[in-house]
């Protein structure tokens, strides 16, 4: 939708913006695909994804290389593309986008058999930056400019320091976030966004793989025990979300669809070969050694959906001085509109098809904002002389299963108490029980009382309250009353009320 809203505003749509800057928007592309990549690790769960670690980092590598040398080899020899030309292109498609594929899992909630949404995941997660450098590597030789020598260096020093400064920097972040305290709710975005910024432009500036990094400082701070962690990965998915329809609608806007058949026909041939060939080679030819289902195969294979980060690279290849004889970027636009708008649309139906589907398995439980913890809640309760928990042990108050006191205050003294603590009348209780959380419309709404509302005077026993409905608190005066049939209402409370509407 966000292609076609670039297009509809585009030099060939209706509002006939003229925007032909690339090398803007190759700055601007260049930078999203930071925060999707550094997204890609920080929203994976490594104790679900290191069970597949092995085989989703070999399909990010030696997959990515796979499936570009063989659509290369196709644009070559059916296509009768330029060789040098044809492997950029599957260079620049050769990896699959993070974004598109968390999303869809999520979305569709995919439960997956046999940890494949945890492959899928680190897969689509880590294998841009492979993509990236074949990409440069590929550019660098049309210019001329890659002797073996330095071919091998270049592909030295983009994983060398690509691991290096990801490792040093990632132990840095996980150290200050740990001693650091922000004053002001939201520091701890912004600080963890600057990491994310610097584990690109580090290793960049001294010739490593900065989106490598990235994704390895990703990795490791979604992974540390560090405060608000799932808030920074709802921050982090909102960044992503927002990243790629930036991305996509720049793509609708510098895109001419004046210029669409001449390049749809191969366009289509390369999307179907990536589909239908390239990928499934690829795939099981790294899979099938670890004794892989073919369906499993089939589904990693259909799944493999190209996205932004191809949106990117083939920006860079137009910025780029090599000279390419094809229009790269219209291919790739092509590609990626059908790659997303078919595979994407088909993945649940193909899943369930070849019986991927698994009930008892939970896709949530791989992303870092899924808790399976139960998560406590504590109440206050204020003991009164006429209360009949007053002057009682705990151990002889019936107290209801899964309610628990965990301190008592008492004036200025905290205790700890045991089931031989008495309570006394004025103590104030701290009970925690487990949290409630429901999918259903269980809603609150607050009722203001003035003197003429027919409420106002009466005691809560007296209310003709409908049978789905309760008032569950009262707040009086800055106070919070909570409520007993006894109680009267009176002028300028405020009630608040549940149903299940």
């Not at 990491?195 to 793989?209: D, E």
């Not at 930036?246 to 390369?270: K, V």
């Not at 925690?432 to 027919?454: C, M, P, Q, T, W």
């Amino acid at each position: 939708m966000f292609i076609l809203l670039g297009m509809l505003f585009g030099s060939d749509g209706l509002f006939k913006i003229q925007f032909d800057n690339y090398k803007f928007a190759e700055e601007i592309c260049s930078t999203a695909l930071i925060f999707i990549i550094f997204y890609g690790g920080f929203g994976t769960k490594w104790s679900e994804a290191k069970k597949v670690a092995g085989k989703s980092l070999l399909l990010a590598s030696g997959g990515v290389v796979i499936t570009a040398l063989l659509t290369g080899l196709f644009c070559h020899y059916v296509l009768r593309f330029e060789w040098l030309e044809g492997m950029l292109i599957g260079a620049v498609i050769s990896s699959t986008d993070a974004a598109s594929v968390f999303s869809v899992l999520r979305s569709k909630k995919l439960n997956l058999k046999f940890g494949t949404a945890s492959v899928l995941e680190l897969e689509s997660g880590s294998n841009d930056p492979w993509a990236y450098m074949l990409t440069i590597i590929i550019l660098s030789i049309m210019k001329g400019g890659a002797s073996p020598l330095k071919f091998a260096y270049t592909l030295f020093a983009q994983v060398f320091f690509g691991i290096l400064f990801g490792t040093v920097i990632s132990a840095a972040a996980v150290f200050l976030i740990k001693k650091v305290k922000f004053d002001a709710a939201g520091f701890d975005a912004i600080f963890v966004t600057a990491i994310a910024l610097l584990s690109y432009a580090l290793p960049t500036a001294v010739g490593g793989n900065g989106y490598l990094s990235a994704y390895i400082v990703g990795i490791v701070l979604g992974n540390a025990r560090i405060p608000e962690k799932k808030a920074l990965v709802h921050f982090f998915d909102g960044i992503t979300g927002f990243t790629q329809i930036l991305l996509f609608f720049l793509l609708g806007l510098l895109a001419f669809p004046s210029q669409m058949p001449e390049i749809f026909l191969p366009a289509a041939a390369i999307m179907l070969f990536l589909t239908f060939a390239a990928r499934p080679a690829a795939t099981a030819m790294i899979m099938k050694p670890f004794r892989a289902s073919w369906n499993q195969i089939a589904l990693i294979s259909w799944a493999g959906l190209r996205g932004a980060t191809s949106v990117v690279f083939a920006i860079i290849v137009t910025v780029d001085d090599a000279y390419t004889k094809s229009d790269v970027f219209h291919i790739v636009f092509c590609i990626v509109l059908m790659s997303v708008g078919i595979q994407g649309t088909l993945l649940p139906k193909v899943a369930a098809k070849l019986n991927m589907i698994d009930d008892e398995e939970n896709v949530m439980r791989t992303f870092n904002d899924y808790s399976d913890e139960t998560e406590v809640q504590f109440i206050k309760l204020s003991v009164t002389e006429e209360s009949v928990w007053a002057g009682r042990k705990i151990k002889d108050i019936p107290f209801p299963r899964g309610l628990l006191v965990v301190m008592i205050i008492r004036g200025r003294e905290k205790v700890i108490p045991t089931g031989k603590t008495k309570i006394l009348a004025g103590d104030i209780l701290a009970l925690s029980a487990e949290g409630f959380y429901d999918d259903s419309n269980f809603v609150l709404s607050e009722v203001k009382i003035d003197s003429r509302h027919d409420w106002c005077g009466n005691r809560i026993s007296e209310l003709s309250i409908p049978d789905d409905s309760l008032i569950v608190m009262i707040k009086r005066r800055g106070h919070t009353l909570i409520p007993g049939g006894k109680l009267r209402i009176r002028n300028g409370d405020v009630l608040v009320m549940t149903s299940n509407n």
